[in-house]
């Protein structure tokens, strides 16, 4: 008898299947993944440095610059220098973002309508309240040794 993938492997799967319909739902409005991403992540927190970004997106922040360099020659983003480090500029949307965040958030919205069709509301609501569980735990848990070799573990 064959085990049932982890519940890992499950929201893994979700997640990819996610990423891939929304990005080919954004390259139809010019965008690549790492471009809807910034945007999105500059209009949840404006003003953030580079470096900042870059931790945020989990990328090296020569990918980032080159990302903004890009948004900024599309007009969607502009860099201000940082009061407070001469050497860092702040990122910040132009007003040519707003439309293309409106597409985004009607894409994000359909998308969600498509992942929770059939579900009853109570049923998306319990849906909610587990994920956010299983995210509680996880963050609560201990961080993981980065040590594979320590106290006797192995890495077969």
């Known amino acids: 008898m064959r085990a049932a993938p982890a519940i890992g492997f499950k929201v893994s799967l979700i997640a990819r299947l996610l990423r891939t319909r929304f990005d080919a739902r954004a390259r139809a409005i010019g965008l690549t993944r790492a471009q809807w991403r910034m945007i999105a992540t500059i209009a949840a927190q404006e003003g953030m440095s580079q470096r900042d970004l870059a931790a945020r997106l989990e990328i090296n922040s020569v990918t980032a610059g080159r990302i903004l360099d890009r948004l900024v020659a599309a007009g969607c983003v502009?860099?201000?220098?940082?009061?407070?480090?001469?050497?860092?500029?702040?990122?910040?949307?132009?007003?040519?973002?707003?439309?293309?965040?409106?597409?985004?958030?009607?894409?994000?919205?359909?998308?969600?309508?498509?992942?929770?069709?059939?579900?009853?509301?109570?049923?998306?609501?319990?849906?909610?309240?587990?994920?956010?569980?299983?995210?509680?735990?996880?963050?609560?848990?201990?961080?993981?040794?980065?040590?594979?070799?320590a106290n006797g573990g192995s890495v077969d």
Not at 80 to 100: F, G, H, M, Q, S
Not at 105 to 116: K, Q, V
Not at 118 to 133: H, K, N, S
């Open 78 to 149: 502009e860099r201000r220098a940082d009061p407070e480090d001469r050497r860092a500029n702040r990122v910040y949307l132009t007003p040519d973002a707003a439309p293309i965040l409106t597409q985004l958030s009607a894409l994000g919205r359909e998308e969600e309508r498509t992942t929770i069709r059939g579900l009853t509301d109570a049923e998306e609501a319990q849906l909610e309240d587990l994920l956010q569980r299983v995210i509680d735990n996880v963050q609560s848990a201990p961080a993981p040794d980065s040590d594979p070799h």
